[in-house]
């Protein structure tokens, strides 16, 4: 059932589509212009606003293509305190390139991650900056329409099908529905590990997908906690953690929290949350706070668990006393496919780039 909020924000709704319906249009129909590069392009992004599982299925690719390609990640960088076109560094901060950013670079210090507003730009920059680059993996670019990718996938939440969720104000939707033709692979998101074969088949016939669409499914896993600050560098494993019977304070600043809490669940039911807005930036007094919480907690057997994003916003806080640092995990989320696709999904990237890539016969044939 729909709320008031609902009915008083759909009008906002109907204008925005408008809007949305004619940029889509002019881009379509050339009026605007996509740029082309000649290097193969891959864009992740999502018609929902957040919440999708972008990260991990970005950090899959880089896993999947980093030992045979020079890779390249460019994001918009959002929520940084910055404007201008940066090459990050080891030493880049959150706040310099963004949550997202600085987790990719830390987490995969051998590929070059960039951030640019313009992505057009971007490209080009990282194209001087970077020799023999052969693929630039576009983060949360579905709607940035100025590049044309060479290959486009776009992630949908199991949970939030696209035909029971609206435009932006009144629900979630960035677009509509019919623009996931825009896509070459659509990634069917945070799945049960499980999925029914009529579940299945359901999303795929709710998806009235195009035949040049390829359909995948995945789900998101959870693995072992890791320490938050180098205070400590014991991890702990499932059982330890189980077998002390903790009370979690668990601390989020994501778009949805829920697989978060769905994880934590698994160690304990004695739970106390703070959730704060996706890419929050924590000030002092919030630390204050989640400390004030922890230790009014009861329980001898107590830790805090975090994201992998919010640990990039929180690791600038290097005066936080010893005990709590030492109490501080955040759970690290990967995917895996569903129904045996892992090889297709894996064969489809790697065949993109290496027909692609400048330096192959098939794309000297094209040029």
Known sequence: MKGAWFYLLYPFSLVYGLVVYIRNFLFDYQIIKSSEFNIPIICVGNITAGGTGKTPHIEYLIRLLKYEFNVACLSRGYKRNTRKYILADQSSTAEEIGDEARQIKKKFPDIHVAVDRNRVNGITRLMQDVKDLDVILLDDAFQHRYVKAGLSILLIDYNRPLDKDHLLPAGLLREQPFEKKRANIILVTKCPERLKPIDRRLVVKNLTLFPFQHLYFTHLKDELPRPVFKSTEKVLTRDEIK???????????????????????????????????????????????????????????????????DTTRLEKFTDIDIKIKDRMYFIPVTINFLNEDTDNFNQHILSYVRDNKRNSILYKKKD
């Open 243 to 309: 077998n002390m019977k903790p009370h979690i304070l668990m601390i989020a600043g994501i778009a949805n929290p829920r697989s978060l809490k769905k994880f934590v669940r698994n160690y304990s039911t004695h739970i106390t949350d703070i959730v704060y807005p996706d890419h929050y930036s924590f000030t002092n007094k919030d630390i204050d706070n989640i400390i004030s919480t922890f230790n009014s907690m009861e329980g001898n057997e107590k830790i805090i668990f975090t994201t992998e994003k």
